[in-house]
């Protein structure tokens, strides 16, 4: 990846020199061990900072809409021959590109107020399965290397292999390079594995209604509702979400289980041909909530009555955004 | 006070039996998360851990707490008060760190003008057992910045040390005292204590992640303004986070929640991560962005909680460092503001 590092940095650095973009967002070396943290580059000079590697977890895509909408507001108030534009740069991968695009099939902004610099992806590892790999040491350093992970723990020297680390929905993932791009850095990443893609949510359809209820309660009751997943996530951009309205107050605050479950499923519905698998809210859930089972299981289910995949193309909009009063199957309204 | 000797083995059996007669929280698995829980017949200590997830500040302060219920009868409203419900409890086997969290917390909801007896009640009832960290858990750890010591007394009523084939039980309090019984009948000898002392010197120089964090008061005195801030919030989220795994943390929201006739007012954790935090009727919000709501943050941690209390409210453990799940480091923050 070393290579595609270098170009990235040539790339994003000639980006602002020649002022095409305002701020670049990529990813910079995090200060724990096997960690890589967001990072908003302005300077051509600060692109050095700029990494791609196997630990770039988080979906970028949330930052672009945040940073548009933040400069939006700013420009509410300024007359309009005096209104500047604002071109965010952004580091993308295949699902980043198809939250993007999701953005611009919702109109949340324009193809030209975001330059996508495309980079190839294999994977990023789950931060918490490597913990687990380790049997919960600490992990004081580490480096990939060769399709290995090697770690200095608390345990002693431990190495795991790369594949058996790898993020569950990086292990499937049909879209790991770029569907839409300014720029491609690097050549495409080989195939991941997207056939196998359906496998758990198979297994958890084969379920009686029970055990499926139970293992839905069973992951909510970990749940204690710091919302990082609804902040991590791309497709949450609601300016004020349900749970925090007040006047109706839609759910109670408290850690009635019922409230939590009440969140998890109102925001599970609202995923419904808006989730790419990028797998930042289950990277960001302090308590290891397996929201992916559910949101797969809606995935799927998209697919099957639709044939839609959420932002896999440009043209391919989004089932609840489209009416086809020639093809849609409006049947189940009479004969439920 | 009174020392005695308990072989290493003899720990979870101890919890056990006085979960038996007490209310007794221990750190448990559940799945990969080390979590502060009941102990009940179906669950077993688990005391081989480095620190649990969350802060057991839950203990003394829960996430959600009932304050009083009402109810609207044909001759008006009818109140009744929750607190002071507390069972006698046992804290079994929190880290040092996390102790030292309690006698910083003691200072807001236990002070002279203003006394919480929701938390005291809770606090007063329960007896607190510190396990030493005889090694730092996590390379992030940094008590030692913040007037913490892996092997350490403070907040705790008994002490248990690992000192290699057995566990050294300090009684530090009266409180911790009457416990004693569960702690057989070995008398400690100065070999024991002595052993302590080494290990306890051993331990604390085995913290290496160091923070200036009592540098940093004079600097945030006149730094609101400074353009620094502009730097922390880019890439934070606004979740809950850090607040809700830090064991300082404090912060709470009371709200009613009413169905009928009946009414019940809670108060719950909330956070100043959260754009809601703060926000006024009006739909003004004083912190309206992320940056301010991360200014407060530190300087609630290491300026106002001084200047009110004199005390860091920061214990060291790193559970936000670690929990943050992009990476907003608290120790590189107070580096880059001992620059400033």
Known sequence: MENIETKLREEASRLLLEKKVDVIIGYEKGTLPLTATPCFITKPEDTEKLVWNNLCTQNLAKYVHDLITQHKNSQKRVKPEDKKKKIIGVVARGCTTRSLIIHLQERQYGRDEVYIIGVPCDGYIDGKGIKVAVGGADIVEGSIDGGQVKMQTSDGDKTVAFRDVLADNCRTCRFNNPIISDVMIGSPAPAMNPDAEYEDVKEFEGKSTEERWAYFTKEMDKCIRCYACRQACPSCYCPTCFVEQSQPQWVGIGEDPSDTQVFQLMRLYHMVGRCVDCGSCISVCPMGVDLRKFLKKIDKDCFEFFGNRAGSSMEDMPPLGKYDEHHDKQDFIFNP | ?340
């Not at chain 2, 069972?87 to 236990?110: I, N, Q, T, Y």
């Not at chain 2, 992030?140 to 290699?164: M, N, Q, R, W």
């Open chain 2, 1 to 340: 006070m009174e020392k005695r000797l308990i072989k290493k083995d003899a720990l979870a059996g101890i919890a056990k039996k006085m979960a038996e007669k007490l209310h007794v929280w221990a750190p448990v698995k559940k799945e990969d998360n080390v979590l502060f829980a009941p102990l009940k017949k179906d669950n077993e200590p688990f005391f081989a851990y480095l620190n649990s997830k969350n802060a057991p500040k839950n203990v003394f302060f829960p996430h959600t707490e009932t304050m009083m219920k009402y109810t609207r009868t044909p001759n008006g409203m009818v109140f009744s008060s929750e607190e002071n419900k507390a069972d006698e409890a046992v804290l079994f086997g929190v880290r040092p760190c996390d102790a030292h969290s309690f006698v910083l917390l003691d200072k807001l909801f236990d002070q002279e003008k203003y006394k919480d007896s929701y938390y005291i009640s809770k606090r007063q009832n329960t007896t607190v057992i510190s396990l030493a960290c005889v090694k730092p858990p996590y390379s992030s750890c940094f008590c030692t910045s913040v007037d913490g010591e892996p092997v350490s007394a403070d907040g705790a009523d008994i002490l248990l040390t690992d000192i290699g084939s057995d566990y050294l039980v300090e009684f530090i309090t009266s409180k911790g005292e009457k416990l004693a019984s569960y702690f057989g009948e070995t008398k400690a000898d100065t070999v024991a204590e002595t052993k302590k002392n080494e290990i306890a010197v051993k331990a604390k120089d085995a913290i290496k992640s160091k923070i200036p964090a009592h540098e940093i008061k004079p600097i945030l005195d006149k730094n609101f303004d400074n353009p620094f801030w502009n730097t922390i919030h880019g890439k934070c989220l606004a979740c809950g986070t850090c607040t809700y795994m830090c064991p300082t943390c404090h912060c709470f929201d009371i709200s009613d929640e009413v169905k009928g006739s009946d009414g019940v007012r809670i108060r719950s954790w909330d956070s100043c991560m959260f754009p809601l935090f703060t926000k006024e009727t009006s739909g003004h919000n004083p912190r309206s962005s992320q940056k301010e709501r991360w200014r407060q943050r530190t300087m609630h941690k290491f300026k106002y909680y001084v200047d009110m209390f004199n005390a860091i409210a920061c214990v060291g453990c790193g559970r936000c460092v670690m929990s943050c799940p992009v990476n907003i480091d608290i120790r590189k923050i107070v580096e880059d503001i001992s620059k400033l």
